[in-house]
């Protein structure tokens, strides 16, 4: 039969037409490569460069060039992940109330440290992506780029930003925060795991706060108390601070 | 089973969260609200932790993963920003370490003292 020679070739494309389709291919991958990154992760004594979310995120990017998966038809699949981000953000409630009584003993210093660093993250953003000579729609962009990304971008509609950039800035700082964060504090000695997880979560949001997480659960409770928080101010005092810095320097 | 419910339980308070956020034209979406819901459920009802803390807990270990679509759909657009990339990279770089830097600088100043310790520090990482 001459079809023979034909029949299996025909099926495999087929078969990855199929399977490309359908969400499992975006799923598996997803898992697989977050698990082997964090495996290096951890083997590499936690290395920061290699953090996990880096090292998947360019493996999966590679990947799919490779195959040839366009980004749309991957997030079909990659979605349910995607999703848990919802209730995952919900679940921040329950290390935060285990850390209940001492944020009760502390909350004027917690406070105070929280003020200070908004002010200095969201004035420093202005300024010098004014002096490094961003575009306005750019500054208006990257204002909020350390707000958690859902409210990033509603804040960046406000003051005249393009949200989807504001997407991609609020998540660059996550990575590079959460990259940089141990080194860093390392640096300035600062070893309590409540001052640590603080000042990840306030300027690297989400990411900072998987970050976090890994340093331990007092770290992940401050960090994911520093996201909401900040999330909750920057939404009502960016636009206030945006019109008053147009105003100031314009 | 427990883990079932406390995830239901999570979906609930952001559906909760959601519906209050826009009800409300609130700045922040539904999942934060839900987290501040979820805080005061427990505050009022601390037997309600048992019940969610299996399905927080296995949610909060992975979370780096939940980031990950997001962060592929970041550096699939990353050429918007071409001409810009130079002065992207400074601000989001220099505000960045300045704020953390500042942050726990400030925390730990005013801690000197005092104690954030319940328990033993559960971080090992120089």
Redesign the interface.
Known sequence: MPEDTTVEPLELDALWVYLSGSPLVALTL??A??LLA?ELFDRCG?FALLN??LV???V??GL?HLVDIP?AQ??DG??F??F??????????????RE???LRR?W???G???C???V??LV??LL??RL????DV?QRS?AA??V????AM??SERIGGVP??T???A???????AV???P???L?K???????G???G???H??G???A????????AYA?L?M?LS??VS??ALPLLAAAFAAGLG | MSILRG?TI??V??LL?EVLSRWLAL??????V??????CV??VRPAL?RH??G???A????????????????????D??DG?L???A???????????????????R??RG?T???TP???T??
Do not use: N, W
């Open positions: 997803t898992l490569c977050y964090r936690r996990p979310v998947s995120v360019t999966l990017v799919l980004y991957y997030f990659a979605q992940v995607h848990l981000l919802g209730p995952a953000t919900v679940a921040l409630a329950l290390p935060l109330y209940l009584p001492v502390h004027l210093p917690i105070v440290a929280l200070v660093g908004l200095v993250t420093s953003t010098i992506a490094s000579g961003l575009d750019l990257i780029k350390s958690t990304a859902p409210v509603g804040i989807s950039l997407a991609v800035f998540i660059l700082t996550g990575v590079f925060g940089a964060a141990v860093l504090l390392s300035l600062v070893h309590d795991d409540a001052a640590r603080l000042s990840i306030l300027v690297a989400g990411i706060t998987a970050r997480f890994d340093i331990g659960e007092r770290a992940g994911g520093a909401a999330a909750m939404a009502v | 995830f999570l979906l308070l952001q969260g700045p922040v979406p539904g999942p934060v839900g987290l501040a819901l979820l805080l427990l505050v932790a969610v803390d399905a927080s807990d949610l909060l270990a992975h979370l780096s993963l939940l980031f990950i679509p997001a962060g592929v759909g970041v550096l699939v657009h990353i918007r920003l810009a130079a002065g992207v400074l601000t989001l770089g220099v505000s960045t370490l300045l704020g953390m830097a500042v942050t726990a600088l400030t925390l730990q005013l801690m005092r954030t310790r319940d520090p559960s971080g990482e120089g």
